[in-house]
């Protein structure tokens, strides 16, 4: 069977503007295929799980009015009322292990929120719990890493640190947080999923790739960024699910754009990366 990467739509609908989002969505899959492997780019429309949208569906996704950000416990919700859906971490991981596919690539996991300890992403459920290599560059900046990376740990979630000693920051290579093992090949992360799965272990291996040193920005601007952007969430009370796309927006706007680019750079890099990481597993 072929080497296949599953890709999500969370950032066609709500990572990036229009047209952006298409234009990222078609680069990611060029990538994928580029480098050997066949991409499945996932997401909902009207209620029915598609693993491996068409290009008219990514297009529908990323321009419809009314796209439901779609998680772990938003499924049944969507399938049942018909609706269209652009798919999390979690969700993603969670239908593409059910199409088969052993290799997902992404921007940045979810996480605990800063500020709040028992506001903690269903990405770490799921990478606890579906057995998966998810290929990112470390958890969202807006998170609380450090509490991230301990959650990772008490879950059993190896970390790969690929090409790198410490967990990325997303929008930077350096956190200051360790990872658990380093890897500097496709074939290094391949023989540890496949000892992983040997052992029997439930999760994930958690690749954790750092954003091209081209498109890193300093960590001082994005730190400033973000604690503005939080305020702004505070005051208008924003709760789980739409706290996240807010804050990326913001950014956005605080960085004149630099973090779009910075994250459409990283979600080629992963790709790239995870395209490899599939063809190794395969061999």
């Known amino acids: 069977m072929p080497a296949r990467v599953a890709l999500e739509s969370t950032v066609i609908a ?60 938003d499924l049944p919700v969507v399938l049942a009322r018909k609706q269209d859906g652009a798919t999390t971490v979690a969700a993603t991981m969670w239908l593409a292990h059910q199409a088969g596919i052993d290799v997902f690539a992404t921007g940045g996991i979810g996480g605990v929120h800063r500020g709040s300890p028992f506001d903690v992403s269903a990405d770490l459920e799921a990478l606890a719990r579906v ?58 992360v391949a023989a540890l999923v496949r000892a992983r799965r040997d052992l029997a272990l439930p999760g994930a291996t958690l690749v954790a790739v750092p954003p091209p040193p081209e498109a890193a920005l300093p960590p001082s ?37 630099a973090t779009v680019r910075t994250n459409r750079a990283l979600l080629a890099r992963n790709a790239e990366v995870a395209a490899q990481v599939a063809v190794a597993c395969v061999g």
């Open 221 to 257: 601007l994005i730190e400033a960024a973000i604690a503005e952007a939080l305020q702004e969430a505070d005051a208008r009370d924003l709760r789980s699910g739409e706290v996240t796309p807010f804050l990326l927006q913001r950014l956005a706007t605080l960085t004149d754009g």
């Open 131 to 188: 057995p998966m290599v998810v290929v990112c560059a470390g958890a969202k900046a807006i998170l609380d890493l450090p509490a991230t990376r301990e959650v990772l740990e008490t879950r059993g979630v190896t970390v790969v640190g690929y090409g790198t000693d410490e967990l990325p920051a997303f929008y930077h290579a350096s956190s200051g947080l360790p990872v658990d093992v380093r890897c500097d090949s496709p074939e290094e």
């Open 14 to 73: 709500h990572g990036l503007p229009y047209p952006d989002n298409v234009e990222a969505a078609l680069r990611l899959e060029d990538i994928v295929r580029n480098h050997g492997a066949a991409p499945a780019t996932i997401g909902i429309i009207e209620g029915e799980p598609i693993v491996g949208l068409s290009e008219d569906e990514i297009r529908h996704l990323a321009t419809a009015d009314a796209v439901r950000k779609v998680s772990w416990r």
